[in-house]
């Protein structure tokens, strides 16, 4: 999981966060951010689908034109990307996001869908990778109802990604179920802590 050596030796681990829509990942990440035993910085995401009221550009997303994602990708700025839900929208990590964390001794944070996943973990096969998920399928639905932003037919489209992305699970090191936030948040900082201490 490391390369040995304690915390101060070790540097930084990538941190992949990951589960279907209404899992509770934003909040989570929020929480961990605020409390994590190391330091960490969320990689804010690139996407291509315009700003939700109240999102604000490099805080929320990075909102990049379908041409700049495009140019940006074909020169090879992103570490994963993919276009989500069959949206249209484009969405992607810039390599950019993790190196500075880096440089400046952060933990860099990834929450990101299971496709890009599964391509940070070829590229960084010791990332701490964890997958977020509720008790029980129903709890997904009600959440993502809860929201109030979805059309019916996005909010079938998120169920579907969402039972694909469950059989992805077992390709995370740890599995956490968020049935409690404060419960779900004491779990992955266990386990960063642990981590550290290898």
């Known amino acids: 999981m490391s390369d040995g050596g304690d915390t101060s030796t070790a540097g930084p681990h990538l941190l992949v966060l990951s589960g279907p ?31 939700r009221e109240g999102e604000q550009h490099g805080q929320d997303y990075w909102f990049l034109s379908a041409d700049e994602f495009s140019t940006r990708r074909a020169d090879g700025e992103f570490l994963e990307s993919a276009e989500v839900h069959g949206s249209g929208n484009w969405y992607g990590t810039l390599k950019s996001e993790v190196d500075h964390a880096i ?22 096969p010791d990332a701490v990778t964890v997958f977020l998920k509720t008790p029980s399928a129903e709890v997904y639905e009600q959440r993502l109802r809860s929201r109030g932003t979805e059309s019916e037919e996005v909010i079938q489209r998120r169920l579907q990604t969402a039972r ?18 404060d419960r779900a948040v004491a779990e992955i900082r266990q386990i960063l802590k642990a981590t550290a201490g290898d």
């Open 21 to 51: 829509s209404g899992t509770g990942k934003t909040t989570v990440v929020n929480r961990l951010v605020a409390e994590s035993p190391v330091p960490l910085r969320k990689a804010i995401s690139a996407t291509t689908r315009k700003p």
């Open 103 to 124: 440089e400046a001794g952060y933990w860099p944070l990834l929450e990101i869908d299971v496709q890009g996943a599964m391509s940070v973990i070829r590229q960084y």
């Open 164 to 181: 694909q992305e469950l059989q992805a699970a077992e390709h995370y090191r740890y599995q956490v179920v968020n049935d409690t936030l």
